[in-house]
């Protein structure tokens, strides 16, 4: 996959093919993208009716399969290879060989269906995988604009690719720009708003914005030193470790203070270690330590 080039249009996704030219069109292509392979011919009244469906569903695909037409009546040696006896006859290639097909003129949800299938025989996108692993690696080390760029070119691929927009919404994030973050978390997908990816971005946009104006934690911790029943001390001093990176030491305040007071301001402890653990995602062992802890209180 390469992110530095544009999202290939209908031109590049879709050739005419010979026989000369399969096995690098088709056999070899195949090897790294699902191609579609359709039969045809000029007299062919269905034909005509299935090439525009065909080329359309290929393109809503966005880059995941290729279509590759072949008049059979000017290379009528592949299509004897595979016995095609009538036209349009339509096969899908993935690594390297037919792994499904069709004859005759099929509606838009058939076409539909058959791509899907060829997509999911592909496996996941090996590129796309190492791309977003080196995104989040830049991240991780402070090359936040690097990273930004590398999700967002995978989102140009792959629009509604989950882990790329929690990763730009985290990279506008780093660079102080929640708005812009939450526009990026808008993306998702409808019905994966509370997907694990994006709900662990969201509560960091949150986390972000709620300790935005919060102290030193010498300041804070020194305020809860004096007096211990001070809530609101010891609530400050859980936001400040938040915006200075302590996600452990404010689950161990915040944890305190509901020891102390689980009702205190409604609950807002309780609120506020849940979004730290949403932020720390599904497999942080931090989170999963802090919400056992928290249980174990909500439930003696």
Known sequence: MDLSAAPAGKDALVIDGTDQSFMADVVEASMETPVVVDFWATWCGPCKQLGPALEKAVADARGKVRLVKI???????????????????????????????????????????????????????????????????????????????????????????????????????????TEQARGVLALAPKGKEGDPLIAAARAQVELAEATSGAGETAAMRAAVERDPSDMQARFDLGLAQVAEGDAEGAIDTLIELFRRDREWNEGAAKAQLFKIFDSLGPKSEAAARGRRRLSSMIFA
């Open 71 to 177: 008049d059979v009546d000017k290379n009528p040696q592949i299509a004897a290879q595979l016995r095609v006896q009538s036209i349009p006859a339509v096969f899908g290639f993935v690594g390297g060989r037919p792994v499904d097909a069709f004859m005759g003129a099929q509606p838009a949800s058939q076409i539909k269906a058959f791509i899907d299938r060829l997509i999911e025989a592909a496996g996941p996108d090996a590129g796309l995988e190492e791309a977003l692993a080196a995104a989040e690696e830049m991240l991780a080390e402070g090359a936040v604009a690097d990273a930004a760029q590398t999700f967002a070119a995978i989102l140009a691929e792959d629009e509604g690719n989950l882990a790329a927009i929690s990763g730009l919404a985290r990279s506008h994030l780093a660079l102080g720009d």
